[in-house]
Each structure stands twice: as structure tokens, then as C-alpha cells.
């Protein structure tokens, strides 16, 4: 289904499969970026055990050091985090070779120490021309992941990466203390927020609680705002492990943590172009110009298709695109255009359907029936109610639902609707 990069890659002898510790993929997009996916910037990031471990674990502590000092041991030639508590005083914990885990590292940045190229999600945006304007949000750095080289491949996570001087640098305005024992931690601008799902990634899952994870892969409540400088209050019950269905958010995109194992029990591309293929083969009809309807291929496309089907969402009557009751509402603005269903003469907004994609997004391989509200992204029953019930962080300190495969905010009562097709009548 998904072919990971070969830097990424280290094989078992017997067997020459890649150990795949699991998936990354950014919420908002539907199988792929708008122009493609290019070298490191892509929607979906596989975590494969590397050739040589690159892990790094903290080591010596140098308190209370003079700038220059700090300055002095951050240029050597290993991994670093200072801590800056004053102009004239900053902690610096040097970090060591970790023979057991590799490290992978998220954020904006281009430069060589980032592994998955993020940038901000645009919610609805068909292009990358339509995100450029914004001012990301997301840092530069922004992350890293942790895996263990051996199983059950425990993935952690941790804000903050290291830099392409392997430093990471936490200056004075940022959230930072000492901890019990006597150790540093922080947290990063806009931090790093987790979201754990109940009973996991599958047709039972309930959200969870969105925490904050610290440099040192603490867990906190979430601050007030999101860069409020004080801190939220440690949960010591919980961890920075990820488990299959976990999401990240980097204040700007958030990405969905799909495991190997998680993977191996989600539908296939192959199995969701079967099932586009078995709709098509029913020949719903159009109850206007009766006039049979196919979803298009799964290649992406931008612009509706000829026999593409529509959806009246406040209803769920699937018809093919008309001008039959074409009326502007007077409250167009926040409610966009409206129509009048022909069939049971409800009013509401009128949108073509596209299938959903993206196969890492779906919690059960049950056929595609129901369509997110306003979108017309359409997955299984399940898929829906389970995003639909998802609050995704939005801006500082906000969050709502939203469809996974195009990052729209949801409307209407449920943030989805059930497709009513009208079969052939012959």
C-alpha cells in the first residue's frame, strides 16, 4: 500500500522485510499533498528501523554556566539542550549515543536534521499556492520520536528537535524549571499537544484527553492559552508513549500516529477502489435526470466529474449536479448557498462527493455511506462518527471537529449525514 523512503529502512537478514515501527500521516489531506509529495514534505511519513541507531539519551549536566561556557559546550560535536534561566546563567544537559532507539525529528524546517517536512494545514486549500501566505505557526523544529530498535518498538515523543548544531535552545521567555530530582525541562513556543484515543484505533474508540509533552517527554495539562507561560499541571499516570490512533498537533497541523500492527488492520487502497468499484456497479441514478451516477477514480482530481455524485446535506438525497431549485438565500454569507432537495423539499447546501482517500484515516473497512458535513467527504459509518467526535486544536485555544481528509471544520447537528441513493429503475 505504501512504499517508505530507503534512507529510513534497515532489514531483518531471514526475512529482508523493512521493521516498520509505524506511520505518520498529516490530518487534511486525502492520500497525498496538493502538488505531490516531494523527497521529505508529504502527507504520510513511514518510521522504519534504521541502518545504525541514532538515538540520543541525557548525559552530563553543567549548572550555572556563563553564556560563554554554555556557548562553549554546545559546539561540540554531540547532541545538547540549554536552558537559559538568565543572562547570566544557563543549564546545559549534554546528551549521549543511544545504541537502542532511533530517533526521527518533525518541523518546518528543510534543513538535514528534520526527517518529515511539516507545513500548515490549510483547511479546504486545493493547492500549496493556497498556504503560502500564512504565518506557520509550526516551529522549525518541532519535535522528535523516539523508537525502541527491539519490541514491542515503543514510540515517545518529545517536544522540541535538535538543530543542525545538535542543539536545542530554550531561551528566557520560554516555560522551563527544575524538576523533583533536580533535573531541567520545558516546554517549546506553542507546544506539542497528544491526544490519546480510548480503546484504540478501531469501531469502539472515544476520544481521549489532549495533554502537553515537555523537552523531556513529560505530561501536562494543557495551558491556558497556547503559549501562556505557565505551565500546566503534571500527570504523572500518564505517558509520551504513542499507541495506535494517537494525535499530534504542532499548532498549525496535526498528525495522526498509525503503529505497524495498527496498519496491518486498516483497509488498503486496493480494498477502498473495491468498494468504489462495487457502488459504481449498483448504478444509483439521479432521481431528477435519472441519469446514472459513478464516483471517479481514486487518482485526485479538483473539479467534479460529469456523472459525480451530489449530496443535498441536510437530508443525505444523492442526485446528480442540476439547477433545479436553485435559490440564494439571503443569509448566504455564513451558510453558503442553499437548495431545495426535489425529493423531500428540505433546504440546505449542495456539494459533489468525493471519495475518501487517505486509508490510514478509516477505523473499520465497512463500506463508504455516510459524507462529512460540509465537505462531501465520504467514508464508512464508523469513520465518521468517530472523527465527528474528535475536538481538533484550532488556533491557540479553540478546537473542533473536523473531516480528517480535507481539515473543514464540521457543521450541521451530527458534522456528517447518511447518503441516500436512488438505485436504477429497471
Known amino acids: 500500500m505504501y512504499s517508505p523512503e530507503q534512507e529510513n529502512i534497515s532489514t531483518t537478514a531471514s ?78 544537559v549534554e546528551y549521549t549515543h543511544d545504541s537502542n532507539t532511533d530517533m526521527f525529528q518533525i518541523g518546518r524546517s528543510t534543513e538535514s536534521p528534520i526527517d518529515f517536512v511539516v507545513t500548515d494545514t490549510v483547511a479546504g486549500s486545493q493547492s500549496n499556492a493556497d498556504t503560502q501566505s500564512v504565518q506557520s505557526t509550526i516551529s522549525r523544529f518541532a ?61 469502539d474508540s472515544k476520544p481521549g484527553v489532549w495533554r502537553e509533552i515537555s523537552v523531556c517527554g513529560n505530561v501536562f495539562t494543557l495551558r491556558e492559552t497556547r503559549s501562556a507561560q505557565q505551565r500546566g499541571k503534571m500527570v504523572e499516570t500518564e505517558t509520551q508513549e504513542l499507541v495506535d490512533g494517537s ?51 481514486m487518482r485526485r482530481k479538483d473539479t467534479p466529474d460529469e456523472k459525480q455524485p451530489w449530496v443535498y446535506l441536510h437530508c443525505g438525497h444523492v442526485h446528480g449536479y442540476h439547477n433545479w431549485g436553485n435559490h440564494r438565500e439571503e443569509r448566504e454569507g455564513r451558510e453558503g448557498r442553499h437548495r431545495e432537495c426535489p425529493m423531500c423539499r428540505a433546504k440546505g447546501p449542495y456539494v459533489p462527493l468525493w471519495l475518501g482517500c487517505e486509508a490510514g484515516f478509516y477505523v473499520d473497512a465497512a463500506p463508504p455511506t455516510h459524507a462529512f458535513n460540509p465537505c462531501g467527504h465520504v467514508c464508512s459509518e464508523k469513520t465518521a462518527a468517530f472523527w465527528s467526535q474528535i475536538p481538533l486544536p484550532h488556533g491557540t485555544h479553540t478546537f473542533h471537529a473536523a473531516c480528517p481528509f480535507c481539515a473543514q471544520q464540521l457543521t450541521g447537528e451530527q458534522g456528517y449525514v447518511r447518503l441516500i441513493f436512488q438505485g436504477p429503475l429497471d
Open 15 to 92: 526475512t529482508k522485510v523493512p521493521v516498520k515501527y509505524g506511520e505518520l500521516i498529516v490530518l487534511g489531506y486525502n492520500g497525498s499533498l496538493p502538488n505531490g509529495d516531494r523527497g521529505r514534505r508529504k502527507s504520510r511519513f513511514a518510521l522504519c528501523r534504521r541502518p545504525k541507531a541514532n538515538g540520543v539519551k541525557p548525559s552530563t549536566v553543567h549548572v550555572a554556566c556563563s553564556p560563554q561556557a554554555a556557548k562553549a559546550i554546545s559546539n561540540r560535536d554531540q547532541h545538547s539542550i540549554s536552558y537559559t534561566l538568565s543572562r547570566a546563567q544557563t543549564v546545559v
Open 143 to 203: 519535535c522528535r520520536i523516539m523508537c525502541q530498535r527491539t519490541p514491542p518498538y515503543a514510540a515517545r515523543i518529545y517536544a522540541a528537535g535538535f538543530d543542525s548544531s545538535k542543539n536545542i535552545f530554550l531561551g528566557e521567555k520560554a516555560a522551563k524549571w527544575k524538576t523533583a530530582d533536580g533535573q531541567m525541562d520545558g516546554l517549546t513556543t506553542n507546544g506539542v499537544l497528544v491526544m490519546h484515543p480510548r480503546n484504540g484505533f478501531s469501531q
Open 247 to 297: 494525535l499530534i498537533d504542532l499548532c498549525g497541523a496535526t498528525l495522526l500516529w498509525r503503529t505497524a500492527e495498527g496498519l496491518s488492520r486498516t483497509p488498503t487502497l486496493k480494498h477502498l477502489e473495491a468498494l468504489r468499484q462495487e457502488i459504481n456497479a449498483a448504478r444509483p441514478q439521479c432521481p431528477v435526470g435519472f441519469n446514472t451516477l459513478a464516483f471517479p477514480s
